[in-house]
């Protein structure tokens, strides 16, 4: 069965810096995609990034990057020169072959002035 | 041009009373969801339409009836409302095949059963 595992419940990060937020999962597909989410506190759900399994090169969008390493299961997503507004829950999301997304626990993040 | 939205954002009610969240889309996806997030903030799904048909039913209480009149719409209905209950309910949009298609969710409906 498909598993997500976010290992880290919270963080604290000087504004500025980068930050790495780690994922790992388990899926015994050979095709599949792998999502993130932000969650800000005032509680909306946004999509910031998408990596294909197949896809050749690590995804980006923007200050967001994916460090996925096939071989080891982990979608690790990077967070560039850091903002207070990027201070939020991230989601980690695996859809299964039942087309359900299992979500991780998500980390929370907080930037520091 | 809201995408996914949801009403009401909040909904404060009694136990055993009955309630609807609306929820409607206008991306023109095929795939419409409900998704709960409890207080400890992990997401769960509940159900979800694929062009008004019923292709996923998680195990969630019979009390809960989500009702799909059309692919742009997905509204749940919840009868005898109970204590655990209270969540955050996400309805959510995508195209059919997820493998590369992102959900796209609404703002969320806070349920409080007091």
């Known amino acids: 069965a498909q598993k997500i595992t976010q290992t880290q419940p919270g963080m604290f990060v000087q504004e500025k810096e980068a930050v790495t937020l780690d994922c790992t999962y388990d899926?015994?597909?050979?095709?599949?995609?792998l999502f993130w989410y932000k969650q800000p506190s005032s509680g909306e759900m946004i999509f910031l990034i998408y990596?294909?399994?197949?896809?050749?090169q690590n995804a980006t969008e923007g200050r967001y990057s994916l460090n996925f390493q096939k071989a080891r299961k982990s979608a690790n997503l990077v967070i560039s020169a850091s903002q207070l507004g990027d201070s939020a829950m991230y989601f980690c999301a695996l859809p299964n072959r039942d087309d359900k997304i299992i979500f991780g626990k998500g980390t929370r993040l907080h930037i520091l002035p | 041009d809201t995408a996914v939205s949801q009403t009401p954002k909040y909904l404060v009610t009694q136990m055993g009373n009955d309630k609807s969240i609306k929820c409607e889309q206008n991306l023109g996806h095929d795939t419409m969801y409900w998704y709960k997030q409890d207080s400890k903030k992990f997401l769960k799904i509940m159900f979800s339409y694929n062009n008004k048909e019923l292709i996923i039913n998680e195990t969630v209480p019979n009390r809960f009836s989500p009702k799909s009149p059309d692919k742009a719409h997905l509204n749940l209905h919840i009868n005898s409302l109970e204590l655990g209950d209270s969540a955050v309910y996400f309805c959510a949009s995508s195209h059919y095949t997820l493998n590369n298609s992102p959900l796209h969710f609404g703002n969320g409906t806070r349920l409080t059963v007091t």
């Open positions: 899926t015994s597909d050979q095709s599949y995609g």
């Open positions: 990596q294909g399994s197949y896809d050749e």
